[in-house]
């Protein structure tokens, strides 16, 4: 069985980014791992969205990696697959056997494609203890709210808090 799960840092005030689409605010938190290594041990596919993408340009090792992008018929590059289109038929469209657990990465934007979809089952999010005022907020557009359910909070010294929640079908 497919199971999809954000996995994202955020602000206190709810934003993934600056408003020019900086994340250099996260760099004070790099030095600690919490639970990243874990986690992407257990992950066969990660999900992102174009501007992540271009922001970053990197591709999870070993991973099957896919980007989606409206200019997904004109891009090419080794060991990636640009996607576009209907979100929930190019997750039906994944062999089960091989795409077991599926990160989405990022951004905002593909998050909200996938909520309204109704294709995340799993949200971990790292909220920083950091005010940014303003930014690119972590939820937006979102059309059709999922009902939650809170598996786990988890408190970090430095004022890291990760909630896991579970998404209800």
């Avoid at 501007?51 to 891009?75: C, H």
């Avoid at 109704?118 to 971990?124: A, L, Y």
Wanted: glycine share 8%; proline share 3%.
């Amino acid at each position: 069985m497919k199971k999809i799960i954000l996995y994202i840092a955020q602000s206190l005030d709810g934003y993934v980014a600056t408003k020019d689409g900086s994340v250099a605010w996260l760099d004070e938190f790099n030095k600690a791992d919490y639970g990243y290594e874990k986690f992407i041990k257990n992950i066969d596919t990660a999900v992102q969205g174009n501007t992540t993408y271009e922001q970053f340009k990197y591709l999870y090792p070993g991973k099957k990696n896919y980007v989606f992008s409206e200019n997904a018929g004109t891009q090419s590059q080794k060991n990636v697959i640009f996607v576009k289109g209907n979100i929930k038929k190019f997750i039906d469209g994944l062999d089960k056997k091989t795409h077991k657990n599926i990160w989405l990465v990022g951004g905002p934007n593909l998050l909200s494609g996938f909520l309204n979809e109704g294709q995340v089952d799993e949200m971990i999010i790292f909220t920083m203890p950091v005010l940014l005022k303003e930014g690119i907020p972590l939820f937006s557009n979102i059309k059709k709210a999922p009902a939650l359910t809170l598996k786990n909070i988890k408190k970090h010294d430095n004022g890291v808090v990760v909630l896991h929640y579970l998404i209800k079908k």
